[in-house]
């Protein structure tokens, strides 16, 4: 064991260092290196600051835990001169951030397990990739990314205030990512770059699954559960979204919830159904401009597909079933145009558009027996 009091650093190597098997206790920090180190077995606990301050060189971490015990302490800070790889290593305890990195470090994490965490990784600037890893219990985001790149894959979280989030000029890549009981959003973006596939999210929080603002997002081969207000939300950002279902949204009253919510949104949409949605199946608003293909809505409490606010939908082969009002609405300026229109069992039937707001709806080739007997002027039907 290697131990120390106080505000001491336990080791403070002068040139390369490799540690195996051993404890290292106490101190304000574990070890402060400016050279290259590596730890096999090795095991921290009771840093009141850092378990390890790489300043520069590299850090090699296998088979490792980092234990907190105070909420002040931090894991593994990698400075710009450094970098860093972690395998099969374990972060447990309340740390405030397990490992934080700036630019232009560099920092792989591959089979690890974070448990305790307020916030798993911290990165601003710099590089990382996490692998095949888990994080649980934490109060703050799992993954935070701020002007740097960031890939994931294989990436389970479990709880935490965001499984994911992304910050100004953020390049994200994620492959395979699961979130289960985000307490706001699993993903959310703010001012960042993404490329989403193969997302499961379930129980998400008041914030929704996915959240973005002013965003580039791709969001490919997913599955959104039960989430809470939103499935998708999205707020002057640009948007595909392709192959996914987003399934029972409500918010917490059970009164609301739409499955996509655009706001000064452009984006294209294709092979995305939304099932059982409190609210709408999609609300499109503030001058969004969507097109959607191969959608389908079934079961929704308002529209199936909503435009207002000099929106702008355009598509083809829509399916909407079994809302309790209009598959589409237009209730004030805005435009909805859609080729081949499937509409069954809505409450309010095919269409409705408020024509003396500025409204406008053309559908061609209804089915279903989508064409309402009642037409007004802003409403077409093309056979």
Known sequence: ????????????????????????????????????????????????????????????????????????????????????????????????????????????????????????????????AIHRTKFSGGRGPAIYSARGTLELVDVDVHGHEYALQGGANAAIRVLRFSSV??????????????????????????????QLIASTVGLRRFRLAHPEAYGLFARQSRVSVDDGAITDVADSGGSAGDGIHARGTQGYIQSVSVLRSAGAGLIAAEESSLELRDFAVDGCHWGGVIAESLARVTGSSWTIRRCEAPAIAVPDVAQVDVDVLRSEGNAQGAAWAECDRGGKLRVS????????????????WRQ
């Open 181 to 210: 009981r985000a307490e706001r959003a699993a993903i959310a973006m703010t001012r960042a770059t993404a490329q989403l596939e193969e997302i499961t999210v379930v129980d998400s929080g008041s914030f929704g699954a996915v």
């Open 365 to 380: 080739r209804p089915h279903g027996g989508a064409i309402d007997a009642k037409l007004s002027s802003c409403v077409e």
């Open 1 to 128: 064991m290697l131990f120390a009091e106080g505000s001491e650093v336990v080791i403070t190597p002068r040139g390369p260092l490799r540690l195996s098997n051993v404890i290292v206790q106490g101190g304000s920090v574990g070890i402060e290196n400016a050279a290259d180190v590596s730890l096999s077995g090795v095991a921290f606990s009771g840093q009141r600051g850092l378990a390890v301050h790489a300043t520069s060189g590299s850090l090699w971490a296998e088979r490792t835990t980092f234990s907190a015990s105070v909420s002040e302490a931090r894991g593994v800070k990698v400075e710009p001169n450094a970098r860093a790889l972690f395998w099969r290593c374990t972060f447990q305890g309340p740390f405030g951030r397990a490992i934080e990195l700036n630019a232009p470090s560099r920092v792989e994490i591959s089979d690890c397990f974070f448990d305790g965490p307020v916030t798993g990784v911290h990165q601003v600037a710099g590089s990382a």
